[in-house]
């Protein structure tokens, strides 16, 4: 199964808000709310951010926000800071029961 | 503190085995499904495998299906992932990861990653 569409990259400064998108299809974003974004810095871990769709882990800050419509899901970062700069990833289930990820959206703050 | 530390990483030649550990501390290891998520040098991540709480089900990536097993000893709070027949396409930092929901069966969402072993396959 292919990967999730994400941007590239997405830039932004300090205050701004971004929106980073994925995109997949029917049998994976579209199909179910088991969406996630994971935020990861260089040689680091990933981070969990946002599961089930829009839902914050304990400690998230609410200045990141999840949403899906059809078979696209986003990611909104409000009130961007220096320390948000880093590569963010989606990922889904799949009607296949795998889990597939974005490629990964590099964000600039600015 | 809830901990995950992987290892068993290395260097090996294509078609050869290798076989990586994640040693977990901190919560109740049985109680949580594990998974296994790799990230090939500059790349984005992928799922590799996950199995439930009990190691009573599994769930592999067309990638790696029937090369990897990925299982667990609950009785040593430990996580393992049998890779054969490897490929130059598996060179990848391998991480495990504990699943988000407190329940048997595989989430995929995951709350705790360990540091990650690197794997590089090459002759």
């Known amino acids: 199964q292919s990967a999730l569409t994400q941007p590239a990259s997405v830039s932004g400064s300090p205050g701004q808000s971004i929106t980073i998108s994925c995109t997949g299809t029917?049998?994976?974003?579209?199909?179910?709310?088991?969406v996630s974004w994971y935020q990861q810095y260089p040689g680091k871990a990933p981070k969990l951010m946002i599961y089930?769709?829009?839902s914050r882990p304990s400690g998230v800050s609410n200045r990141f926000s999840g949403s899906k419509s059809g078979n696209t899901a986003s990611l909104t970062i409000s009130g961007l800071q220096a320390e948000d700069e880093a590569d963010y990833y989606c990922?889904?289930?799949?009607?296949?029961?795998?889990?597939?990820f974005g490629g990964g959206t590099k964000l600039t703050v600015l | 503190e809830v901990q995950l530390l992987e290892s068993g990483g290395g260097l090996v030649q294509p078609g050869g085995s290798l076989r990586l550990s994640c040693a977990a501390s901190?919560?109740?290891?049985?109680?949580?499904?594990m998974t296994w998520v790799r990230q090939a040098p500059g790349k984005g991540l992928e799922w590799v495998s996950s199995?439930?709480?009990?190691?009573?089900?599994?769930d592999y990536a067309d990638a790696v299906k029937g090369r990897i097993i990925m299982s667990r000893d609950n009785s040593k709070n430990t996580l393992h992932l049998q890779m054969n027949s490897l490929r130059a396409e598996d060179t990848a930092v391998y991480y495990c990861?504990?699943?988000?929901?407190?329940?048997?069966?595989?989430?995929?969402?995951?709350?705790?990653w360990g540091q990650g072993t690197m794997v590089t396959v090459s002759s």
């Open positions: 089930d769709v829009s």
């Open positions: 990861a504990k699943d988000f929901w407190l329940r048997d069966e595989p989430s995929r969402f995951f709350d705790i």
């Open positions: 990922g889904s289930s799949t009607s296949t029961s795998a889990l597939i």
């Open positions: 199995i439930s709480g009990s190691g009573d089900k599994t």
């Open positions: 901190g919560f109740i290891f049985s109680s949580y499904a």
């Open positions: 029917s049998s994976d974003i579209g199909g179910y709310n088991y």
